[in-house]
């Protein structure tokens, strides 16, 4: 054979050898990177998916999924296997739970962020004039369909220097199977005897005005959020990171203030949080109740936790497992930071973090 012939072929060889070297590789990149997938509330989704981004950056093996479809969607799909963790507003139910343990045999629930239901509004003749006051009761009137117009006195009454127009009160409400929902109507029941007598609480309820035809349904708090944006004298209610360029209203709180969602008064109002036993059922604990009556002067009282629920490590293989630990361990440590807590947001007390490290150490050590 030529010498140039043979060095052809050679140079082919190498060629080959090289390619099939990086392939290889890249097949044994594929095979260690750990998928965790999770879907649930939108409540959480903007910090999640900030938690997710930095968490994957300084851990390229591992890469996190995370679907907003509401509480209900995910916890449905945590319970039929699809997905290894749930986001979920509100805790499992009793019935939800014992499937969880039936299936699983460990479940923890875990709360591991905190944020406010903000009642936003859009009323264009009051844009830019000040916040919107109002009562739990007031409220609870409202989308009982026994006040129905910006201007009924006892709105105005809350509202002396805003310019409330004779418009009607049009409500855009989860259509979701939705823990905001629940909160949100949880606290509707606190505050309102007949709320809670004709309508009560739920994931999903029979709203009132929808029933009038003055009220409509979007899913997810992003859909809630566009569609009050683009719906005049609409009234809605999204977690508060989902409130700009919307009015937001000032809630009364237990000691008669007038207190607007931010992080501080979320984290005020959450101080009177009991304590939550991750590895049981927490469904029958008032600890909305707790929050929502603080009396504290600059609680704002629709704050809550939401939680995120895992199973125990004999459902994960070790890599999972291992890699959901890890990232459990992120979110109670550097993810509670002030420059990992997105804008609407606010970190959990010092005993939920070490209860999400003490999840994280049984994962890790089962997994």
């Known amino acids: 054979m030529p010498l140039t ?23 044994q990149q594929a095979q260690r990177e750990v998928l965790l997938k999770g879907s649930g509330a939108t409540f959480p989704m903007p910090q999640i998916q900030a938690w997710a981004y930095r968490f ?43 499937a969880a343990r039936s299936r699983f045999g460990e479940v923890y629930q875990l709360p591991y962020i905190l944020g406010g239901v903000a009642v936003v509004y859009n009323v264009p003749e009051i844009k830019g004039a000040g916040n919107l006051r109002l009562t739990g009761e007031v409220l609870a009137d409202i989308l009982l369909g026994k006040i129905a117009y910006w201007d009924d006195p006892r ?17 855009v409400y989860r259509s979701d199977a939705s823990g905001t929902n629940e909160v949100f109507t949880k606290y509707l029941s606190y505050v309102s005897p007949e709320w809670r007598k004709t309508v009560g609480a739920g994931k999903t309820v029979q709203w009132p005005l929808a029933g009038l035809g003055r009220a409509v349904g979007a899913k997810g708090n992003p859909g809630v959020a566009q569609a009050v944006n683009s719906t005049p004298y609409a009234l809605g209610y999204v977690e508060l990171a989902y409130t700009k360029g919307l009015g937001v209203a000032a809630i009364r709180n237990k000691s008669g203030n007038f207190v607007l969602p931010t992080p501080r008064s979320v984290t005020i109002a959450a101080s009177a949080l009991p304590a939550l036993d991750p590895s049981s059922s927490i469904a029958g604990v008032n600890y909305l109740e707790a929050i929502f009556g603080n009396p504290d002067p600059d609680a704002y009282p629709i704050s809550t936790p939401t939680f995120l629920v895992v199973k125990g490590p004999k459902n994960y293989d070790p890599p999972k497992a291992k890699a959901l630990a890890l990232f459990l361990k992120y979110i109670a440590t550097e993810g509670q930071s002030p420059e990992s807590i997105v804008e609407g947001y606010a970190p959990v007390p010092q005993q939920l973090r070490e209860a999400i490290l003490r999840v994280a150490a049984i994962l890790e050590a089962g997994g």
């Open 56 to 98: 994957t950056s300084k851990h390229p093996g591992i890469k996190i999924e995370y679907a907003g479809v509401g509480s209900g969607q995910g916890i449905s799909d945590f319970l039929n296997g699809i997905v290894d963790f749930a986001g979920s507003d509100v805790p499992l139910n009793d019935q939800q739970y014992s």
């Open 5 to 27: 012939s043979r060095g052809a072929a050679l140079t082919v060889l190498l060629v080959g050898l090289a390619l099939a070297a990086v392939l290889w590789i890249g097949s």
């Open 155 to 171: 709105i105005r009454e809350l509202n002396p220097g805003l310019n409330l127009p004779h418009k009607e009160i049009v409500l």
